[in-house]
C-alpha cells in the first residue's frame, strides 16, 4: 500500500496547467473522473437501450424517457430541462420529437398551446422502460454486489456531485458576467 506521502508526490510530479498543487490535482482527478464516468454512462443507457427498442435513440432519449415516466405524471419540456440541469431546450425537443416518432411517449397541448403541451409514457413506453430497468438490474446493479459499502458511498457519492453540479453552475454563471477576452 502505497503511503499518502508517497501518493502526494507521485501526484505532484503530475502538474500541468490545470493542476500546479495538490489540491489543483486532486480537483482535476475529480473531474476527468466525472467525464469518463458520463461518456461510460451515455455509452450504457444507449446500449442497454438498443437491447430494447430499435431506432438509434442516444443516451439524451432514454433519460428523458425515464424522466417523462417518473411518477407516472406528465412532463413538460421546462419540468424536464429542469430536472436534468439542461438549458440547451433545441436539443430537448429533438429528443421529445423522435420518442414521438418512435410512439414511447405522446403529446398532449393544454389549452391548444405549444408552451404548455406536457409528454406522457405510452404503454410501449412503459414495455421498454420496464424491460430496460430489468436489463439494468441483471446487467448493471449485479456488479455492485461485491463492493463493499456500495450503498452508503453511492449516497454520499451523489450527495458530493449534486453539491459540485452546483458549484459549476454558480461558477458558470460568475463565469457568463466576465468580459469575453
Not at 455509452?43 to 424522466?67: P, T
Not at 421498454?128 to 453511492?154: C, N, P
Amino acid at each position: 500500500m502505497i503511503s499518502k506521502h508517497k501518493a502526494i508526490s507521485a501526484n505532484l510530479q503530475m502538474e500541468w496547467h490545470l493542476a500546479t498543487n495538490e489540491r489543483e490535482i486532486n480537483f482535476t482527478d475529480f473531474e476527468f473522473s466525472v467525464m469518463r464516468v458520463a461518456a461510460a454512462f451515455d455509452r450504457w443507457q444507449k446500449d442497454c437501450l438498443a437491447c430494447c427498442v430499435e431506432g438509434g435513440l442516444s443516451a439524451m432519449e432514454n433519460a428523458v424517457l425515464h424522466l417523462i415516466r417518473m411518477h407516472d405524471r406528465p412532463k413538460s419540456i421546462s419540468d424536464i430541462a429542469r430536472l436534468m440541469n439542461r438549458d440547451d431546450i433545441s436539443n430537448l425537443q429533438y429528443s421529445l420529437r423522435k420518442l414521438v416518432n418512435a410512439q414511447l411517449i405522446k403529446r398532449s397541448d393544454k389549452r391548444d398551446s405549444k408552451r404548455s403541451a406536457c409528454y406522457t409514457i405510452t404503454s410501449k413506453g412503459r414495455q421498454i422502460t420496464d424491460q430496460f430497468a430489468e436489463f439494468r438490474r441483471d446487467l448493471l446493479l449485479t456488479l455492485t454486489d461485491s463492493i463493499k459499502d456500495f450503498d452508503e458511498d453511492v449516497v454520499i457519492a451523489s450527495k458530493v456531485i449534486s453539491i459540485m453540479a452546483g458549484l459549476y453552475d454558480h461558477a458558470s454563471s460568475i463565469a457568463s458576467a466576465h468580459p469575453r477576452a
